[in-house]
């Protein structure tokens, strides 16, 4: 049954209805029909098909669903120790060497079952939905062994399976580090997940894209292209982790296997950006990782100039980003990267969707915009204007949160 909601200003983030004035094509007095899991019609209240039953949300703001574009959100364990040295001054990059970092939530992850990482992760889901997210990428990279990672996509899979939560795009992140017990053959470790591992991955569909984390002190490009290029010989998309620490050349390579996004780049060259703009290569902003790393922003506005797209995301993680608040990093996105609070909503909603879909020839995926066909999914904020959205306010402002039709959140 057809069924509009209402409000004083739908933000419908539809490209066909953006203009340069208003990027986000906003509605006044606008309503959404939603006709069981889709959205049936967008548009002014005024122009509503008679007999239709409208609720009336108000004084608010209605939004399409959040897509939290990059998490690891599948995680065991706790790093606050380190997280405590780190705000005393102590380098992430030395406290990984001496065994913490990754490594040490990948021993949490070890001596943890599937069936409580599930749980844990669907809690976490859930928490997200009620800060207004309906879709969230999930990497695995704590399991590092094949064992471990299969671990991780298990319960990922079995996590996205229950009802209620975020849709989940589950990515394995093949290249994230060395386990403990490949540190004296790291050739075989590489050709091991290039040449087994991702095409058990893809034969088992439990990932749609396959990540790899480039940069100093972590893999290499021909590492990278390496893995990059078994995933395309069985079926699945690429995205990377670049520039993070150092620019080695992971954007040169990312365009040229034409990967989805590319992730982090606080260092990337204007080689590199060209090179992404060119491939139509998202760029993935964490702006959280980057406050807690006291790391200086991405070029923000040589991204933005060349035309490359720009994604922000949580990086929810327990290491360097933990959070699991989505509008956390769009107000950090703004005060600290300098995105408009327009850029910062595209880059959680429409963009970020983009950057979620596997196939490239698509121009974007059908989540993260209200338009005629797309899944309804929507987010009312107890909040006057969009704008307000980007604002730090430390506590949840979605009022109702709906997946596919379904109430995921309602906070009253």
């Not at 703001?61 to 005393?88: N, Q």
């Not at 087994?196 to 480039?214: K, T």
């Not at 060259?269 to 990782?289: C, E, F, H, N, Q």
Request: hydrophobic share 45%; net charge negative; glycine share 8%.
């Amino acid at each position: 049954m057809k069924r509009a909601h209402a409000a004083r200003r739908v933000v419908t983030c539809d490209p066909s209805r953006a203009t340069a004035q208003d990027p986000l094509g906003a509605i006044d007095d606008g309503a959404v029909v939603v006709d069981g899991e889709v959205v049936a019609w967008v548009g002014p209240r005024a122009a509503l098909e008679a007999g239709i039953p409208v609720e009336d949300h108000g004084d608010v703001v209605l939004t399409p669903g959040l897509v939290d574009a990059h998490t690891h959100a599948c995680w065991a364990g706790s790093r606050h120790a380190e997280y405590a040295v780190r705000m005393a001054g102590g380098d992430y990059e030395a406290i990984a060497r001496a065994g913490g970092g990754i490594v040490s939530t990948h021993g949490a992850v070890a001596a943890t079952t599937t069936d409580a990482l599930a749980h844990t992760l669907a809690e976490r889901l859930a928490r997200m939905a009620t800060l207004g997210v309906t879709t969230v990428e999930v990497k695995s990279g704590y399991g590092l062994d094949p064992e471990g990672e299969r671990k991780q996509l298990d319960a990922i899979r079995l996590a996205s399976q229950r009802p209620g939560l975020p849709r989940v795009v589950p990515t394995f992140l093949a290249l994230h580090a060395l386990p403990p017990s490949a540190r004296h053959d790291r050739d075989a470790y590489v050709r091991h997940v290039a040449d087994v591992m991702i095409p058990s991955v893809a034969h088992r569909a439990l990932a749609r894209f396959v990540d790899a984390y480039i940069d100093r002190d972590a893999f290499t490009v021909d590492e990278g292209r390496r893995v990059f290029q078994s995933a395309r010989r069985v079926g699945l998309a690429v995205r990377a982790h670049v520039g993070q620490f150092a620019d080695v050349g992971g954007a040169e390579l990312a365009a040229d296997m034409q990967a989805a996004s590319v992730d982090h780049v606080e260092h990337i060259g204007p080689d590199g950006i060209l090179r992404l703009a060119a491939a139509k290569v998202r760029a993935v902003l964490l702006p959280v990782a980057s406050f807690t790393l006291a790391q200086p922003p991405p070029p923000v506005r040589a991204l933005r100039d060349a035309g490359v797209d720009l994604v922000v995301a949580s990086d929810a993680n327990p290491g360097t980003a933990p959070t699991e608040s989505l509008p956390l990093a769009l107000a950090f996105a703004v005060r600290h990267y300098g995105l408009s609070p327009d850029e910062a909503l595209l880059g959680a909603t429409r963009h970020a969707a983009a950057s979620l879909a596997s196939d490239r020839s698509r121009t974007a995926d059908a989540t993260g915009v209200l338009a005629e066909g797309a899944p309804a999914d929507f987010v009312v904020w107890e909040l006057p204007h969009e704008h307000a959205i980007v604002q730090p306010w430390g506590v949840s402002k979605a009022r109702r949160v709906v997946r596919d039709g379904r109430v995921l959140h309602q906070s009253r």
